[in-house]
């Protein structure tokens, strides 16, 4: 099965996401910030990440730039409500640290299931 782990500080969120992708049938683990996210990738070594660019303490483009240097094979789709991620040089920078696909706030669940499908087929990028 599939393993997803979803770094999401907005509770609501994260929920809505895992129940969302578990409907889909991948298996889904949640951590709301970047400390919880780096245990469970050690203990689970999920094949995709969702990870919010902000959250508290160590920020979501930090958490990106640890991972790819001890999982530089681990695909990672980051989402914001709050950056302009459409910025070229920003979606450069963000490929260049293993960021798949850019998924900005609000999305609705056909954008969520097509964003982490063609992930992990490898057919998105940044």
Known sequence: MTKILVVEDDESVSELVKSVLELEGYSVSTAPNAETAKKLIQENAPDLAL?????????????ILELHAYCPDLAIVLT??????T????????HQFGVVSILPKPFTVEELI????????G???A
């Open 51 to 63: 990870i919010d660019i902000i959250l508290p303490g160590q920020g979501g483009m930090d958490l």
């Open 80 to 85: 914001s409500g709050k950056i302009d991620m």
């Open 87 to 94: 910025k070229a040089t920003f979606k450069v920078l963000a």
């Open 114 to 121: 097509t964003t982490v499908t063609e992930s992990l087929a």
């Open 123 to 125: 057919s998105v990028h």
